[in-house]
């Protein structure tokens, strides 16, 4: 009974160093790309001559405007080291992650994102 309480109060220890929700199976992350030569719908609104924060930002905003409920976004920097030439089919270097609530994994399916997959959280968050 002893070595219970005293296991509880160390994990009570380690709970602030924690983020339940950043390991809540009910979240999920997705990335995708930005084509080239702006021609994904959301180009104009999302430039990439903007600061990373600010594209995260605006990125967020268009998402949610499609009426999406995002956590989180984020804005991984040359995340390709090197990629095609070609409008439309190549990405740009850098990729958005997106944390969303696994309810809503098929509504982000439905978009038409560049190289859209499942990733992994804990690698991003």
Request: net charge negative; proline share 4%; glycine share 4%.
């Amino acid at each position: 009974m002893k070595s219970n309480l005293l296991f509880f109060l160390a994990c009570l220890a380690f709970l602030p160093f924690t983020s339940c929700e950043k390991l809540n199976p009910d979240i999920v992350c997705f990335g995708f790309d930005q084509r080239q030569c702006g021609m994904d719908e959301w180009a104009d609104l999302v430039p990439i001559s903007d600061d990373v924060s600010v594209r995260e930002s605006k990125m967020k905003e268009y998402l949610e405007s499609k009426d999406l409920a995002i956590r989180e976004v984020k804005l991984v920097k040359d995340f390709y080291g090197g990629v095609c030439k070609a409008c439309g089919v190549c990405p740009e270097p850098d990729r958005f992650i997106i944390r969303i609530n696994i309810a809503d994994t098929s509504a982000i399916k439905k978009f038409d994102f560049l190289g859209n997959k499942l990733e992994d959280c804990s690698e991003y968050f």
